[in-house]
């Protein structure tokens, strides 16, 4: 099964299956961002189809939520597997909440990246925030990775297999799972998300028949539980790898029902 990934980031400038651009006339990556989360997708997964909408510009920023919108509609409607977002909002905006239930509604699985807690920026927004009867500004793990309908992923190091945390990486109750934020010279959960989307697909082609739902509960036996025992803040259910169905010690279809029924 070839799985359908839409990439929402600032373009791309490998191969696509289909491409579209909400915010200028092309597809050309000036910044470089989607262009790596694609090039992290296609290394994990050579047969992945990616569709690439580009939401943001060379600054790779955008305070206009029409973008995303239309990303999200877009890829709702070329019906694909997964859509992954490398990219963070410090406020809930109900209408990306909407298209994303949306999304979640007709199968699709959205991974997230749940953002970073550096910089001078991040930390006043966070203190603020503190001190603030708006209740739409996120603390902590960012949106859109904070809804429910999402799959939070904070990011790790992995030296010789065993996952430390990044210090960079937000720490909440809404972090699902984690990957090697490491990408070049570079880190971020940006990585770690594109990294996980890539791994999640290769589990959607190994049980295509799962629907959303059961296939997210299937992902935590593709875990290596990291931290407390069981589900944390800090790691979630813990490292996302990809293992082949036959090569695994226990099948999954022997936990199947019990981990559907949970």
């Given at each position: 099964m070839a799985v359908k990934i839409a990439i929402l980031d600032s373009g791309c400038n490998i191969e696509y299956e289909e491409g579209v651009s909400f915010?200028?006339?092309?597809?050309?990556?000036?910044?470089?961002?989607?262009?790596?989360?694609?090039?992290?997708?296609?290394?994990?997964?050579?047969?992945?189809?990616?569709?690439?909408?580009?939401?943001?510009?060379?600054?790779?920023?955008?305070?206009?939520?029409?973008?995303?919108?239309?990303?999200?509609?877009?890829?709702?409607?070329?019906?694909?597997?997964?859509?992954?977002?490398?990219?963070?909002?410090?406020?809930?905006?109900?209408?990306?909440?909407?298209?994303?239930?949306?999304?979640?509604?007709?199968?699709?699985?959205?991974?997230?990246?749940?953002?970073?807690?550096?910089?001078?920026?991040?930390?006043?927004?966070?203190?603020?925030?503190?001190?603030?009867?708006?209740?739409?500004?996120?603390?902590?793990?960012?949106?859109?990775?904070?809804?429910?309908e999402v799959i939070a992923v904070g990011a790790v190091d992995s030296p010789g297999g065993f996952g430390k945390h990044e210090d960079y990486s937000p720490i909440g109750k809404e972090i699902e799972f984690v990957c090697n934020g490491s990408y070049s010279s570079q880190k971020g959960t940006s990585f770690a998300a594109a990294r996980a989307t890539a791994i999640i697909s290769r589990i959607k082609a190994d049980y295509p028949d799962l629907n959303n739902n059961q296939l997210r509960k299937i992902l935590r036996l593709y875990t290596c539980d990291l931290g407390d025992e069981g589900k944390d803040d800090k790691f979630g259910y813990g490292e996302l790898r990809y293992v082949p169905v036959e090569t695994m010690k226990t099948p999954v279809s022997i936990d199947l029902a019990k981990i559907i029924g949970n």
């Open positions: 915010v200028d006339d092309n597809l050309d990556d000036l910044n470089g961002h989607g262009t790596a989360m694609a090039v992290i997708i296609r290394e994990v997964n050579p047969n992945a189809k990616l569709y690439v909408a580009k939401v943001f510009n060379q600054n790779g920023r955008n305070l206009d939520t029409t973008p995303f919108v239309k990303a999200i509609r877009w890829a709702i409607y070329h019906r694909v597997d997964l859509i992954n977002i490398s990219w963070q909002i410090h406020r809930d905006e109900k209408v990306i909440h909407n298209v994303l239930k949306q999304a979640h509604r007709q199968g699709i699985m959205v991974v997230a990246s749940a953002g970073t807690k550096t910089g001078f920026l991040n930390a006043l927004i966070d203190e603020l925030s503190k001190h603030s009867k708006n209740r739409n500004v996120s603390t902590g793990i960012r949106y859109p990775a904070k809804y429910k």
